[in-house]
């Protein structure tokens, strides 16, 4: 068996995602899915730059929106697995068919594609402080979804141990953390990225984007009680 001790020294391995990679494929599967949310985070993106920010450059906003797309998929990957679900968007949930390490491995990963994705964004405001403050975006993102879902989790686990059940606002505190996030991303980054950057401006639009999230979660949460009385799948 032939050894390259050439490929085992080049200090220049970085990792490059490919569709054909074997390890990604629990991500392609639930990529290829159709939502039945009439893509809205994409919607979202584009209404609030057609509405505020005015970035004309349409590979930006699609760089911004496959950024957007990743972290969402990717979270899924997990949130499945955490919920011990059996269906996303009327199929088969990634870990059945592909298993639990698989995709616990490729939701954690393309985590960090989505960070990496990052740092490639380019526009006239694409300077190194710029990127740094994109990725801090996403990290600050990241650490809100992951402190909702936790919360989510606690509740269900240990709701017996509890003197009662959360109150609505902590529930909608957990819903802007978990939720509200991918949306919250959108705003920020368009706003990094875009001449039209206005503190207040960009403050209330946060406001509206945690609104959108605690909306688009209720409407999650109750398909999922249609769900258990239906016997129908319509996890988004």
């Not at 730059?49 to 496959?66: K, Q, S, T, W």
């Not at 879902?149 to 819903?175: F, S």
Request: aromatic share 10%; charged share 25%; with cysteine.
């Amino acid at each position: 068996m032939d050894f390259n001790i050439d490929k085992l020294t080049n200090t220049a391995n970085i990792y490059e995602p490919s569709i054909t990679d074997p390890i990604l494929e629990p991500y392609s599967y639930i990529s290829d899915i159709p939502s039945n949310n009439q893509n809205v985070r994409t919607r979202f993106l584009h209404a609030f730059n057609d509405l505020f920010y005015n970035i004309p450059d349409m590979h930006l906003l699609e760089a911004i929106g496959d950024i957007i797309s990743v972290f969402h998929n990717s979270s899924l990957l997990i949130d499945d697995i955490e919920d011990d679900s059996k269906y996303r968007r009327g199929l088969p949930v990634a870990h059945i068919k592909y298993g639990v390490p698989l995709t616990i491995n490729c939701g954690n990963m393309m985590y960090f594609v989505a960070l990496q994705k990052a740092q490639d964004l380019s526009g006239p405001h694409g300077s190194m402080e710029t990127k740094f403050k994109t990725s801090q975006i996403l990290i600050d993102e990241m650490l809100n979804l992951h402190r909702g879902q936790g919360m989510d989790i606690y509740w269900r686990d240990y709701l017996t141990t509890l003197d009662g059940l959360p109150e609505i606002d902590d529930y909608l505190a957990m819903v802007k953390d978990k939720t509200g996030g991918l949306f919250r991303l959108a705003i920020k980054i368009l706003s990094l990225y875009s001449d039209r950057r206005d503190e207040k401006d960009n403050g209330e639009l946060i406001s509206i984007a945690n609104l959108l999230g605690v909306i688009y979660q209720i409407r999650d949460d109750y398909l999922n009680l249609v769900d258990i009385f239906t016997g129908t799948q319509n996890s988004l």
